[in-house]
Structures are given as C-alpha cells and as structure tokens.
C-alpha cells in the first residue's frame, strides 16, 4: 500500500525522524487556516501516489493565509498523472541549502536491505542512475544483524554529501531503517533530504509503501488506508474475492488464469504476441463457474478490454470441470466481448471437446499458449473485439 505523503510522514515522525511541521487540508478555506495557524511562508503540496507533483504545478509557495487558499484552489481538482488531488498538505517552509536522496528498500535478488543515497536529490532517482550513476551510495545490510554505524558512514561519505550535513544525516540514517523495518515497508524513501540554512537535515518529502499482508501487526494500517479511494474495478474485484490488478497503460487485453504464475507467463506471452495486456486476474487452483462468471464480469467492466484470454492448466483441478463453469459463465452472462480459451492438464481433450459441442459466437478455443495469445491480440485489433 503506496501512502500519502502526508501519512508518511507522520509514521515517520514516530521514529523520531525530523520532518517540517504541516497540516493536511481538503478545502481552500483549510488550506488558509493551516496557513494561518503555522504562520509565514508555507508551500502547498499535492497529496497524489504519483511523482512528478512539482513538473505538473503541484507544489507551490504562499507568503500567507489569502495565498494559500488561493494557490491551494489551483491544486486542488488538479489532474496529475491521471490522480485528481483531493488534499493538500500545508507545511511550513525552510531555508533550503542543499537536497539529496535517500532511502531503504527490499533487495529480493540479494535477500537482503538495500540503502540508497546520493548528494543529488530533488530530482528522479532513476534519472540520477542514468546519468550519473557513480552519484549514487549503495549498502546492503543483513536483517538478522540490522544496520550500524559503518552502513551510515558508508552512505554518507560514499555520496559526498555536504560536510555540514554529514552529522545530521549519519543521525538519521538509523531512525529511517527502524521506521522502514518496525513498518514492514517495502520501500521508505526522502526526496529530498534537505539541509537547512540552520544546519538540520531534514526530509522534506516521504514516499512509503507498506505491506498489506502485515496489517495484522498494524492496527494503524486500517485507519490509513480509509483514506485511500479504491478502484471500481478493484473494489468489485476485492468484494468478489480475485486477486485482481488494473495494469497501467490501455491495454485492451484482458487477462485471466489459475496461479499467479501461470497469470504473470500469460503476461509476458500476449506481450509477445504483440499485445498489450490490461489486467493481472488469478482465480487460484480451481475455476467454478461463479468464480469464472465474476472474473469475466470484473474484466468487461473495463471499457479499454476489447478481448478475454483465459489461460487454464488443470493440474489438481480437471480441465473437463473447468470447461463445464465456463459454459456456465456464457450461459449466466451476456458475453459481448471475444473470450479465447487455452485449456490444458488433466483432462484437457474432455474438456475441450465439451466447448467445441456447445459453441457460442464470443468463444474461441486454442490448443496452445502462444496461439490463444495471438488469437486474443488478433481479435481485439479487428471488429470482432468491438462491443
């Protein structure tokens, strides 16, 4: 779960991690009180899951209250990368010398931590990696053993940072890695990390992602979360019990299939096939006909889907029972889409035997993975996946 800055921030506030002060506003007139209330030059900021807030117009700075509510008016309803900014956060502005980058995330291929720093912040990470990818301090560190003073060091002299800001940020380092850990986040990342004209090493920004599947440690998870608008598909996925993922992009294939394995090959195949897929969508080791008809009506519901694969392989599950829920699904729903089915496993001549006997003008059998993909990307390209 990606939070909100604002939310971020207040997690990582716990952990004694130094953050400016700032109040969250969902109304021009908030925005004024919140200015108001911390007094001076304040900067206003988009509250969206997405970078790139001050390119798009953002963040911007009020030298008051009446300037607040009036920058906070242009924020608000904005469109940024396809999140409408419903929030803004209102902090108190600092005398900014310097910004760099920092963060921890999981490093899966090394099975361990992974901290990240570089004197060149302000600016995507993955721009610096591009073009200057030496800028960039790099430490795993073992969990069983946590960090120490020498992983703070590394990252702190390997990026060069400013001799003023060394002491501050050397302090922070553990904070952000206890915040990262005790959070059961995948990812805690500040950028900028900015030194003040006082001398402090502050994170002006805070991007988090936490694990959803530790929300039984964490109470708190339910609470951040309310604020978090759900897709419609997602929602209606979630309420049916999929494991349902809306793809970025338009594509105009969807997909569906037993296993997350299974689900993420069937991605890379329909890539290949020239397509573009528009869903992640596991019903797990079985396929009933409820189960199948709720995954179809979750999929059509995407005005961009223009044709279905349904990728089966029957290995506890029997292909011909499989068969039987998706002429089930035809029968409860009005199919206005092209569905291409690959069934294989145990079974499987049964069951495809079973579809070519009840045929259906929106049902399309293929023996074989690649051939159900280029069957799908086909049918979605030409008339017969127009609704």
Do not use: C, W
Not at 70 to 89: F, N, P, S, W, Y
Not at 112 to 135: H, Q, R, W, Y
Not at 176 to 203: C, H, I, M, Q
Not at 217 to 240: D, G, I, M, T, Y
Request: charged share 30%; hydrophobic share 45%; no cysteine.
């Amino acid at each position: 779960m990606d939070l909100f800055e604002y939310q971020g921030k207040e997690l990582l506030r716990r952990f004694e991690v130094p953050v400016p002060e700032g109040r969250v506003a969902s109304t021009q007139d908030e925005a004024a009180l919140a200015a108001e209330g911390l007094g001076g030059k304040v900067v206003v900021k988009a509250q969206v899951q997405v970078g790139g807030r001050g390119k798009a117009g953002g963040i911007k700075l009020a030298t008051n209250a009446d300037e607040a509510r009036e920058v906070a008016g242009q924020i608000l309803g904005m469109d940024i990368k396809g999140h409408t900014v419903k929030r803004v956060l209102v902090e108190r502005a600092g005398d900014i010398k310097d910004e760099y980058y920092l963060s921890f995330l999981v490093d899966r291929s090394e099975r361990k931590f992974l901290g990240m720093m570089s004197a060149e912040g302000g600016v995507d990470i993955e721009e610096v990696a591009d073009t200057n990818p030496d800028a960039i301090a790099r430490v795993h560190i073992d969990p069983t053993i946590g960090i120490s003073d020498f992983h703070a060091r590394k990252l702190v002299f390997g990026a060069k940072l400013d001799p003023d800001a060394r002491k501050g940020a050397i302090a922070m380092i553990p904070k952000l890695y206890r915040a990262f850990v005790e959070l059961d986040a995948s990812l805690v990342e500040v950028n900028p990390l900015v030194l003040t004209g006082d001398g402090k090493v502050v994170a002006l920004d805070a991007k988090v992602s936490v694990d959803e599947s530790a929300e039984y440690r964490h109470p708190n998870f339910a609470e951040l979360k309310s604020a978090h608008e759900v897709p419609e598909q997602e929602r209606l996925a979630k309420e049916k019990g999929l494991n349902f993922i809306k793809l970025d992009g338009d594509g105009d294939v969807g997909i569906i299939g037993n296993g997350a394995g299974l689900v993420m090959s069937t991605l890379d195949v329909v890539k290949a096939a020239g397509g573009e897929p528009a869903n992640f969508l596991d019903v797990g080791g079985g396929a009933k006909a409820e189960l199948l008809s709720n995954a179809i009506e979750v999929i059509t519901s995407d005005g961009n889907v223009k044709s279905i694969f349904l990728n089966i392989f029957g290995g506890i599950t029997r292909v011909d029972l499989v068969a039987e829920g998706i002429i089930d699904a035809f029968g409860r729903l009005d199919v206005k889409i092209p569905i291409v089915v690959r069934l294989d496993g145990t079974n499987a001549q049964e069951g495809r035997k079973m579809l070519a006997d009840a045929p259906h003008e929106m049902l399309h059998s293929e023996e074989t993975m690649l051939g159900a993909a280029k069957r799908a990307v086909e049918l979605a390209r030409s008339d017969g996946g127009a609704r």
